[in-house]
């Protein structure tokens, strides 16, 4: 699919990340921060048919946290529409494809300046896991 029409699906859809198999979508969040990542890692976890290594990511803005997470679910290709610089190696040193419609430096978020020297794809998990209980 190319990028014009993931934007107008998505906008049709009203997602913020959605998972591509085949071309079909298979998967669709609304949710913001990095919430949609864990959700589709819980919709993994019971489609085990679903082989994500061959499947498209979409997700509305990825920064290096997202794709931390992302590479961590075994996603190789992936569409942002916004994605951060700071993303880049990340998605580059774990050989996921990437396309994105717009870049930027960086992504205004904590969550991404927390995560500026983490390489290791399970030490992000740890570390927003952590966040995300401080928050409740």
């Known amino acids: ?20 198999s085949e071309g079909r979508l298979v998967f669709s969040d ?9 959700d589709l ?6 489609h ?12 509305v803005v990825v920064g290096r946290a997202a794709a931390l997470l992302a590479a961590r679910l075994g996603v190789k290709r992936l569409h942002a529409e916004l994605l951060s610089r700071r993303a880049e190696p990340v998605l580059a040193g774990n ?17 991404e300046d927390m995560l500026a020297e983490v390489d290791r794809p399970e030490d992000a998990y740890t570390t927003i896991i952590r966040l995300m209980k401080e928050a409740r």
Not at 32 to 38: A, G, K, V
Not at 41 to 46: A, K, N, Q, T, V
Not at 48 to 59: A, K, P, Q, S, Y
């Open 1 to 20: 699919m190319t990028p014009e029409l993931l934007a107008n699906e998505r906008v049709e859809r009203g997602y913020t990340l959605g998972l591509y």
């Open 30 to 38: 609304r949710g913001h921060w990095l919430h949609p990542l864990f």
């Open 41 to 46: 890692e819980r919709f993994l976890s019971g």
């Open 48 to 59: 085990r048919d679903i082989r994500i290594e061959e499947c498209l990511l979409h997700d």
């Open 95 to 111: 050989r996921i494809e990437y396309t994105c419609s717009k870049q930027i430096e960086r992504i205004g978020c904590r969550t």
